[in-house]
C-alpha cells in the first residue's frame, strides 16, 4: 500500500516558468507534509513543509498548497532555474504505531519527481 | 554545531560478504536516529528508527540489522549480502520540525 504518491517520475520546464510537482496521499493520519530535494549521491535535503491545519506554505520561490479533501498536495517553484533540477519527494509525516505524543515520529516518502529545469 | 556524518560514500561488495555502514551525529545528545534506503525506481524506504542506546525498530522485514551502542552512533549491519540489498542508504536524524539526512551510501552487491 503506497500512501504516498508521485505519479510523474519526471517533469521537465522552461528557465523561468514555474514547476508544478504534485503528490497524493491515502493516510488521513499525516500531521504534516516535507518536500526534499535531492541531487545525485547526496543525501536529500528539506525545503518546505506545510502542517494539516494549513492549506498553504510559502517560502521564497517555493510555494506548497495543501487539498486535504483530495488528499493532495503541490509544490510550485516560481521562477524555476536550472540550478532546482534535481529529485523532489514529497513525505508524509505520521507518529510510529503505538506512539501517541512522542518525540520521534516516521517519514513516508513517495517515489519522487525528477525535475529537469532547461535553459 | 550539529552535524550528521556517514561513510563510506561508496561500497562494492560480492554477494554474500558482511556490510556494516556506520552514522553519526554531532552537537546534540540522545538524537532519534533512522536508516532509510532508495532502491534504484524507487522512493526512500524506512528500515529501522532508533530512540535510544540499544532501542531498534524495524520496519520492514530484510536481511539488514541495526544497532546503536552509542547515544549518537547508528550501524546498519548485514552478515551476507544480497544482489537485492543494492541501493542509496541514508542516515537521517530527527530534529525539531524535520529531518537531516546524511551525505548517503551508494551500496553495488556484486
Known amino acids: 500500500d503506497q500512501q504516498v504518491k508521485q505519479n510523474s517520475p519526471s517533469l521537465s520546464v522552461q528557465e523561468g516558468r514555474i514547476s508544478i510537482l504534485n503528490c497524493d496521499y491515502t493516510n488521513s493520519m499525516f500531521d504534516y507534509f516535507l518536500w526534499y530535494k535531492k541531487y545525485p549521491a547526496e543525501g536529500p535535503t528539506f525545503l518546505i513543509s506545510i502542517s494539516s491545519i494549513k492549506d498553504k506554505n510559502e517560502d521564497g520561490r517555493f510555494t506548497v498548497f495543501l487539498n486535504k479533501s483530495a488528499k493532495h498536495l503541490s509544490l510550485h517553484i516560481v521562477p524555476s532555474q536550472p540550478g532546482d533540477s534535481a529529485v523532489y519527494f514529497c513525505a508524509g509525516h505520521t507518529q510510529p504505531r503505538g506512539e501517541v505524543g512522542g518525540s520521534q515520529g516516521n517519514l513516508i516518502f513517495g517515489k519522487g519527481t525528477k525535475l529537469s529545469v532547461k535553459p | 554545531s550539529q552535524t550528521i556524518h556517514q561513510w563510506p560514500a561508496t561500497l562494492v561488495q560480492p554477494v554474500g560478504s558482511p556490510l556494516s555502514l556506520e552514522c553519526t551525529v554531532e552537537g546534540t545528545s540522545n538524537p532519534n536516529l533512522y536508516w532509510y534506503r532508495q532502491a534504484a525506481g524507487r522512493g526512500l524506504q524506512l528500515l529501522f528508527y532508533?530512540?535510544?542506546?540499544?532501542?531498534i525498530s524495524s520496519e520492514v522485514p530484510q536481511n539488514l540489522s541495526a544497532s546503536r551502542p552509542q547515544d549518537r552512533q547508528f550501524i546498519l549491519s548485514s552478515k551476507k549480502l544480497l544482489l537485492s540489498d543494492s541501493g542509496f542508504y541514508l542516515c537521517?536524524?530527527?530534529?525539531?520540525?524535520?529531518?537531516?539526512f546524511g551525505s548517503g551510501t551508494r551500496l553495488t552487491v556484486v
Open positions: 532508533s530512540v535510544g542506546i540499544g532501542q
Open positions: 537521517a536524524w530527527l530534529q525539531r520540525g524535520g529531518y537531516t
